[in-house]
Structure formats: structure tokens, C-alpha cells
């Protein structure tokens, strides 16, 4: 079944969406989205990498997005608020990239990983996001408790024994997974919508950040395969068109929240 | 051995030290109020203590095994997680509903069980807080300026649950707090800090100390005065000085 290319793209995608849905509602509530945006415009001078070292796209990506993180961490500790930081990074990263690339003399097409091309995922490559999957779902079940402490306060973390900064660590390094196995699916413009959408669209209907994360994987799962099938039905790129089911569900369940009250 | 021991303890904050030189230990089952101007270095002093803040130098030791149940001066919760007051008082371990149950009926917080956090007022949110401290079974209660926002009656049963708590579980309260007329009654030892410990004793030697009045005004005299203090701060940094002055020396 792997053979078709069109099954390839739906696994792709759905393994893209869930990773992304899974560790969403934690970008949330610690107001990274700015921050895996960074990292995402980052993916591309990370794709120059992989060429200028022949190493994978994956790992190229992979370095990128952790340079990203030791640059903010620097920056931050050098007085520059949080935003003008990831400002500066996220367009120097993008900037360096695009030269970069050009300069490789590569036959690519950037904007396949600018928007993503699901529809030439290969076997390795889908083997790859499955990996990540279940590398991210592994991790927040092993580190769920102290995850949510930390999330609720880093007092409450520090008197019951968890060290904040090893969970804003594990979560830097699940981001930098995801958003490296995200750049074939949806591309790094649109891999936060992503993040923040699906999770955003939880949001009103739960009453636990158990229930937000299985919520928000719901609703990524679903983007995928309805943003899919709607590519291959108007003919439109995957990955926008992915992040455009998201959006009207995002709508939706909005609608839903209001009509509730 | 005692609880908590510190020693030497040192904090700095952007090359401001906020507090130095500062050694005191926690006993079993006592009743410590930290009491201070704004910014004498009340909550930095509690944080350090509870392990929630490093010290720039000096040491900080807990007992062999020792569980703290700490209470914030307030929770900043974002309003992008939805959590339960029954789930929040799983963090971080879960806990059997009875327990929850006892917990709750104990600071009077019973009916708040499926209520989400973010519609809490300030009183049932310090009660919440403390009820999730409790079923920490903790051997040392820490309070960050538990009355804030109380009114005054809210405050006098607080102070009073606290001092049941303690028969109750045996355990030690080590509590941040400016309204020293309510604290100074129920507390075996207050701390009367400035930068530094400027003094320390029962509330009796604590109240008639110098040191202490020149932190907390001395027009009038005895548990009046230190009440009016509370609304006439005007007064607070004349006197600071002094007795910065006068403890340096």
C-alpha cells in the first residue's frame, strides 16, 4: 500500500499533523509560537547545510532549528527582549538560507520546502516522521507530570523536586524534531499553523491539558486527511491546503464555543 | 536535625544584592513569620528556603527526605490551560478523591471542586493553593504573603486555620507577611528582615526591639501602632534607612 504515492502523503501528513498536534497546546502555554517560527524560517538555511555538508535535509534541519535555540538562549541573556531576538534570528536565518541555497547551485525548487511537498515523500522519509511521532508521544507520557507542574508554575516545579529548564529543554528539542520532519509536509512558512492552530481549536471544549492534547491531536489528524483529500480533489498544494481545513475547523469550533455559552 | 538550615545565604539580582549574610534554620512544628518592608528581601528569602530560587552564595539544607508544601504569593496561570481545581490539586502527584475531599473540606473550599482556575477569586484561589500544599502531607507549610487581598476578617480566619493545621499535621509554617498585628499573635518566632535579619525572637522581644521599631515606626506603642503602620507607609523609608544604618555598622 506504501508503494502509492498518494497513501505515502496521507501517513506523511497525518504523522506530521499528530506530532505537531501533540506538543501544540505546550507552544500555547508557553508562548513559543514566535519561537518555532524562528526555527521553521531557520529550516531553510538548514536545507543549504545539507547540501554544503551532504548530510540529510532531516539532519540539516534538525542542526538549524537547535542553532536557533543556543542563538535565542545568547541573545536573550544579552538583554534582547525575547521578540526582537527571534526577530533578528528567524529573518537572518531565512535570509542566509535563501543565498545560501542559491549559492549551492543545487537544482531545488526552495519553495518546496518553503510550502512542503507531501505528494514526493519517500519510504525513508515517512519512516522518519513515524520515528519522530513516537519519539514526542514517548517523551510527553515519560515526562508528563513534571511537564504539567512546570507548565502550571516554576515555583510549584522547583519545591516537588523538577527542574524547569531540563522540560523547557526536552520541549526545545521535541520542537526541533517536529518542525524538521514538518518541512516535507506542510514546509517551514506554514509548520506553526500547525502548532498553534489545532491546539487554539481544542482550547474551548476541554477542561484538563490531558484533554487539550488529545483534542488538539483530533484536530490535526483531521486537518490532514481533509486538507488531503481537498488537494487532491481541487488540484491544490498540500500543505496550504492542510493548514486551510485547520483554519475552518479553528472556525468552527469557535462557532461552537459561542453557540455553547 | 532542623528541617531547613541556612547558611551564609546571598542573593543578587542584576548586581543589586537584595539580601545577605542571613543564617537561620527551621525547627520541627514551629511557626516562623519572615516580616518586612517592600522589597526587604521577604520572598526572595522564602523561595531560597524552599529551593525554588539559588542562592548567589551560602548554603540552603533540607532535611533527609524533607517535603515542602509551598504556597506562591499568587498563581500566574496562563489562560490557555484549562485546568480544574480537582486537577490542579493532582500536581503533581494524583490523588485519591478522598484525600481531595478532606483536603478541601479543610480550608473550606468543598463546592470548588469542578470550578476551572481561571474563574477563581483571590481568597478561593489562596484556599485551592493551600488544599494543594496539604495533600503534599508536606513537613514545612510555606506561605508567600498568604492574606494578600484578604479582607480583615478573611485574614483572622486564615491565620487561625494555619494554627490548626499545624496541631493537626505537626508540621512547621514558614510564612512571608507585612500585617503584623494578625501574624505576630499566632507565630513562635518572627523574623524581622531588612537585607539582612535585623532582629529575631518571640513576637514580644520581636515587638520591643529597636531594631524593629525603627523598621515599623515608634509613635505609638504595641499592637496598635503596628496596625496604623499598615495604612501609612510614608513612614517605611525614613526608618529603612535607619536601620540599615544602624545593623551594617
Not at chain 1, 540529510?56 to 545568547?74: D, E, H, I, K, N
Not at chain 1, 483529500?229 to 464555543?257: H, W
Not at chain 2, 512544628?29 to 518592608?37: A, K, L, M, S
Request: hydrophobic share 50%.
Amino acid at each position: 500500500m506504501l508503494d502509492d504515492f498518494a497513501a505515502r502523503a496521507l501517513f506523511a501528513a497525518l504523522g506530521v499533523a499528530m506530532a505537531a498536534g501533540l506538543i501544540g497546546p505546550f507552544v500555547v502555554w508557553r508562548r513559543m509560537a514566535y519561537f518555532g517560527d524562528a526555527m521553521a524560517h531557520a529550516a531553510i538555511l538548514g536545507v543549504a547545510l545539507s547540501f554544503g555538508f551532504a548530510i540529510s535535509v532531516f539532519s540539516g534541519v534538525l542542526l538549524s532549528a537547535l542553532l536557533v535555540a543556543v542563538l535565542f538562549l545568547t541573545l536573550t541573556h544579552r538583554n534582547q527582549t525575547s521578540d526582537s531576538a527571534l526577530g533578528v534570528i528567524a529573518h537572518s536565518a531565512l535570509a542566509f538560507g535563501l543565498v545560501a541555497v542559491a549559492m549551492s547551485r543545487q537544482a531545488v525548487n526552495v519553495e518546496t520546502y518553503l510550502f512542503g511537498d507531501v505528494l514526493t515523500v519517500a519510504r525513508s522519509d515517512l519512516a522518519m516522521i513515524w520515528q519522530v511521532l513516537l519519539v514526542v508521544a514517548a517523551w510527553l507520557i515519560w515526562r508528563w507530570r513534571a511537564l504539567v507542574t512546570w507548565i502550571v508554575s516554576d515555583d510549584l516545579a522547583l519545591t516537588s523536586g523538577y527542574h524547569p529548564k531540563r522540560e523547557e529543554l526536552g520541549l526545545i528539542l521535541a520542537l526541533a524534531l517536529v518542525v524538521a520532519v514538518g518541512i516535507k509536509a506542510v514546509g517551514a512558512l506554514l509548520i506553526t499553523a500547525m502548532l498553534i492552530i489545532p491546539a487554539a481549536s481544542a482550547r474551548p471544549h476541554v477542561r484538563s491539558p490531558e484533554a487539550m492534547v488529545l483534542l488538539s491531536v483530533v484536530f490535526a489528524g483531521v486537518s490532514a486527511f481533509g486538507g488531503l483529500k481537498a488537494a487532491f480533489m481541487f488540484d491544490t498544494p498540500a500543505g496550504p491546503s492542510i493548514v486551510c481545513v485547520a483554519a475552518v475547523l479553528f472556525i468552527c469550533s469557535l462557532l461552537v464555543s459561542v453557540i455553547r455559552r | 536535625m532542623s528541617l531547613i538550615e541556612a547558611q551564609g545565604l546571598e542573593r543578587r539580582f542584576g548586581g543589586e544584592t537584595v539580601l545577605h549574610g542571613v543564617n537561620l534554620s527551621v525547627e520541627r512544628g514551629e511557626i516562623v513569620t519572615i516580616v518586612g518592608p517592600n522589597g526587604s528581601g521577604k520572598s526572595t528569602l522564602l523561595r531560597m528556603l524552599a529551593g525554588a530560587l539559588t542562592p548567589s552564595s551560602g548554603t540552603v539544607t533540607h532535611a533527609k527526605g524533607l517535603v515542602i508544601g509551598y504556597v506562591p504569593q499568587k498563581l500566574t496561570l496562563e489562560t490557555g490551560l484549562p485546568m480544574s481545581v480537582r486537577r490542579f490539586l493532582d500536581v503533581p502527584k494524583r490523588q485519591s478523591d478522598a484525600d481531595v475531599i478532606h483536603a478541601l473540606k479543610r480550608v473550606s473550599a468543598e463546592t470548588l471542586s469542578a470550578r476551572q482556575l481561571e474563574g477563581l477569586s483571590g481568597g478561593q484561589m489562596q484556599r485551592v493553593l493551600l488544599a494543594r500544599a496539604l495533600l503534599q502531607k508536606p513537613d514545612v507549610l510555606m506561605l508567600d504573603e498568604p492574606t494578600q487581598g484578604l479582607d480583615q476578617t478573611g485574614q483572622a480566619d486564615f491565620y487561625r486555620m494555619i494554627e490548626e493545621l499545624r496541631q493537626e499535621l505537626g508540621c512547621a509554617v514558614m510564612m512571608v507577611s507585612h500585617e503584623l498585628h494578625v501574624v505576630m499573635s499566632a507565630s513562635d518566632r518572627v523574623i524581622c528582615l531588612n537585607g539582612h535579619i535585623c532582629c529575631q525572637g518571640t513576637p514580644e522581644i520581636v515587638q520591643s526591639a529597636p531594631e524593629y521599631r525603627a523598621l515599623f515606626g515608634t509613635g505609638t506603642h504595641g499592637t496598635l501602632a503596628l496596625y496604623r503602620h499598615e495604612h501609612d507607609h510614608t513612614h517605611d523609608h525614613v526608618h529603612d534607612e535607619n536601620c540599615a544604618h544602624g545593623e551594617d555598622a
